[in-house]
T-cell receptor, first 113, second 113 residues
Framework: GESVGLHLPTLSVQEGDNSIINCAYS??????FIWYKQESGKGPQFIIDIRSNMDKRQGQRVTVLLNKTVKHLSLQIAATQPGDSAVYFC????????????FGEGTQLTVNP | DAGVIQSPRHEVTEMGQEVTLRCKPI?????LFWYRQTMMRGLELLIYFNNNVPIDDSGMPEDRFSAKMPNASFSTLKIQPSEPRDSAVYFC???????????FGNGTRLTVT
């Protein structure tokens, strides 16, 4: 069995604060990015996506920012709530890779009431 | 709407036994994906199908793993013989369009003793 696991980056915030979760990617050929939320015992849940011809996209309480120059992606959650506590993953897709996504390691967000 | 449905939710088996995981994708979705999640390696794509045809199986670990999609509403991932290192959570996901965001089921937690 596995004796050592990944230690997820963690972010702890107070309820009502804004959260920023970061993701660095290495493939300059990536043209599509997705943020997922995964709660314990569940599958990843789609939050928001962005294509490389954009640098910002907004959803309900969430904003994704893409900086292609430094290959950096961020997810901003406004007025964070206890229900936002989960592991957040970024995923990227290379333009020529069909539907193959590569997932990041994830960030554990904990919201304190 | 029903999401991606996976069965069983939990599977415990002994080394050497055959394991079959099942998936029903979202109706109308032409792409189906099998992922594996472990603490050591994170989320990895094993294989994906388009219109029931395997497109990319480069993530399938070895010949012990096989996946089939006999029709648009059903897929299986089989491991024969299973080994303790196969212990993981296996997710099925489906998407409507090429390169579109996959929507995940809640996974099958496999334990091989």
């Amino acid at each position: 069995g596995e004796s050592v696991g990944l230690h997820l980056p963690t972010l702890s915030v107070q309820e009502g604060d804004n959260s920023i979760i970061n993701c660095a990617y290495s493939n300059s050929a990536s043209d599509y990015f997705i943020w997922y939320k995964q709660e314990s015992g569940k599958g990843p849940q789609f939050i928001i996506d962005i294509r490389s011809n954009m640098d910002k996209r907004q959803g309900q309480r969430v904003t994704v920012l893409l900086n292609k120059t430094v290959k950096h992606l961020s997810l901003q959650i406004a007025a964070t709530q206890p229900g936002d506590s989960a592991v957040y993953f970024c995923a990227e897709k290379e333009e020529t890779s069909g539907s193959r996504l590569t997932f990041g390691e994830g960030t554990q967000l904990t919201v304190n009431p | 709407d029903a999401g991606v449905i996976q069965s069983p939710r939990h599977e415990v088996t002994e080394m050497g036994q055959e394991v079959t995981l099942r998936c029903k994708p979202i109706s109308g979705h032409d792409y189906l994906f099998w992922y594996r999640q472990t603490m050591m390696r994170g989320l990895e794509l094993l294989i994906y199908f388009n219109n029931n045809v395997p497109i990319d199986d480069s993530g399938m670990p070895e010949d012990r793993f096989s996946a089939k999609m006999p029709n648009a509403s059903f897929s299986t991932l089989k491991i024969q013989p299973s080994e303790p290192r196969d212990s993981a959570v296996y997710f099925c996901a489906s998407s409507l369009l090429e390169g579109g965001p996959p929507h995940f089921g809640n996974g099958t937690r496999l334990t091989v003793t």
